[in-house]
């Protein structure tokens, strides 16, 4: 199994980023994914999930509605598109696949992880 996360790079704050995750060697459409962000000397924090089907998805609470999960069977891909990025958006984004059908937002739920994609965003 392996997952590839891209579209990461230096963004001025309020512009937009459109990360992406490629995923191969399993059945994609069976698992729900999720994305997560890290930066130094903290813990990994969830981001956004999605169940198989694409029809479900989980955000952290307070919903910030700045990121929009979505993901395409077909192509094996999930995608994170943020708006609006902030300084705080600042870190490495990481993609990672379950074994389960729906969301999750426990980093322990989460079987395979890609590669982070690095996003900084200048003030």
């Known amino acids: 199994v392996q997952l590839q996360a891209s579209g990461g790079g230096l963004v001025q704050a309020g512009g937009s980023l459109n990360l992406s995750c490629a995923a191969s060697?399993?059945?994609?459409?069976?698992?729900?994914m999720g994305w997560f962000r890290q930066t130094p000397g903290k813990e990994r924090e969830f981001v956004a999930g999605?169940?198989?089907?694409?029809?479900?998805?989980q955000f952290p609470p307070p919903r910030d509605r700045r990121f929009i999960i979505s993901r395409d069977n077909i192509k094996k891909t999930m995608s994170l598109q943020i708006n609006n990025l902030k300084s705080e958006d600042t870190a490495n984004y990481y993609c990672?696949?379950?074994?389960?059908?729906?969301?999750?937002?426990?980093?322990?739920?989460?079987?395979?992880w890609g590669h982070g994609t690095l996003v900084t965003v200048s003030s």
């Open positions: 999605i169940d198989k089907t694409g029809g479900n998805t």
């Open positions: 060697g399993y059945l994609f459409s069976n698992v729900g």
């Open positions: 990672a696949a379950g074994l389960f059908p729906g969301t999750s937002a426990r980093r322990s739920a989460y079987r395979y």
